[in-house]
């Protein structure tokens, strides 16, 4: 399985190492172009695009004009110990064993606006540049234009190399789109993190953040590699923390055949979660439904709610033919 998550706006570059080991980016002359791109901006003109202060405006300018190509551990440090977001509080790599790192990096590709895919040990050197903004560039007027196939050839390759298909999409839509789907050899499983609020479920950005990243260590500690161990490896990751950061929660699993093998249909792309009916304290069910074109199931889920003091509940339902890899995880809702 290859896990894709985001990068992170805050790091950290003086907490110490938890492992001195380090590999260097793939795809620096990619990078080394947007910096100069980035270089022509003055600092005003950088607060504009990022919608960000004059004290950060100024740092990043600073950034991009100290940034040069030959990292090493003095001038850089890994990503995944860079990276200080709430995916990353969640993940918590700085207490990664030797071999979580070694496993981390077969498995775990962060997507980046500057340094397209990054491997947890490739070093990276701090900079702010989000998927998102619209930096012109030679390629077309952002960053998406820019990148365009290069990142999901990487991610093919990764694949390729563990030898599956599965790709675990905990990254925020925004990098995701930096994927093209089409061209992307693998299975997507989305899992989808949806907390109580006002007696109703929804997607609250902390906490989905905080969820992924555990989900993220919990694969990374257990060495997960088929999907149908994801069934339970968030409630039991969420319910063993000793502050568990959702108290009402359900999470989905969205499986998307993305480009399908031989003989496989293709499904929908939206993969998105729909949450439906009325909701019932004491009741619940899920629906799930087959598309007649292909992979794509919805979770349709009412109505069930579940104290983190419960212990993890499982419900869900399975009626395709694929093998039982792909039924144990489709159309299945999970409550902590």
């Known amino acids: 399985?290859?896990?894709?998550?985001?990068?992170?706006?805050?790091?950290?570059?003086?907490?110490?190492l938890a492992t001195a080991r380090y590999t260097q980016p793939e795809l620096l002359e990619y990078s080394q172009e947007l910096i100069g791109v980035a270089r022509r901006l003055s600092a005003p003109q950088i607060g504009?695009?990022?919608?960000?202060?004059?004290?950060?405006?100024?740092?990043?300018?600073t950034r991009f004009h100290d940034w040069h190509p030959d990292?090493?551990?003095?001038?850089?440090?890994?990503?995944?110990l860079a990276f200080k977001g709430d995916v990353y509080t969640?993940?918590?790599?700085?207490?990664?064993?030797?071999?979580?790192?070694?496993?981390?990096?077969?498995?775990?590709?962060?997507?980046?606006?500057?340094?397209?895919?990054?491997?947890?040990?490739?070093?990276m050197q701090p900079y702010r540049l989000e998927m998102g903004i619209k930096l012109e560039n030679s390629r077309g007027k952002d960053l998406y234009q820019f990148w365009g196939e290069v990142i999901t050839d990487k991610l093919n390759q990764a694949l390729k190399a563990q030898g599956d298909d599965i790709v675990i999409n905990l990254a925020s839509d925004e990098y995701f789109r930096s994927v093209k789907t089409k061209q992307l050899q693998g299975r997507i499983i989305k899992p989808v993190f949806l907390d109580e609020k006002n007696g109703q479920f929804k997607v609250i950005s902390f906490y989905a953040k905080k969820a992924r990243g555990l989900m993220s260590r919990y694969i990374i500690e257990n060495r997960l590699t088929q999907?149908?161990?994801?069934?339970?490896?968030?409630?039991?990751?969420?319910?063993?923390?000793?502050?568990?950061?959702?108290?009402?929660m359900r999470w989905s699993l969205n499986v998307t055949n993305a480009n399908p093998l031989p003989g496989r249909p293709r499904g929908d792309r939206d993969g998105r979660f729909s949450d439906g009916a009325s909701h019932d304290p004491g009741r619940g069910h899920d629906r799930g439904h087959h598309d007649d074109h292909g992979d794509v199931h919805h979770v349709r889920a009412s109505g069930y709610r579940a104290s983190r003091n419960d212990g993890p509940t499982i419900r869900g339902r399975a009626n395709d033919r694929r093998p039982s890899s792909y039924r144990n995880c489709r159309d299945r809702q999970f409550a902590v």
């Open 90 to 123: 969640g993940l918590q790599a700085e207490s990664l064993s030797e071999d979580d790192f070694d496993f981390a990096q077969r498995h775990l590709r962060m997507l980046s606006g500057l340094y397209g895919v990054l491997r947890p040990l490739d070093l």
């Open 1 to 16: 399985m290859l896990i894709l998550i985001s990068p992170a706006k805050t790091l950290d570059y003086q907490s110490p």
């Open 227 to 248: 999907p149908e161990q994801l069934t339970v490896s968030t409630a039991k990751a969420i319910s063993s923390t000793p502050k568990p950061p959702l108290r009402k």
């Open 48 to 61: 504009k695009l990022m919608s960000i202060s004059d004290k950060l405006a100024d740092l990043n300018a």
């Open 71 to 80: 990292f090493t551990p003095q001038n850089a440090r890994q990503a995944i």
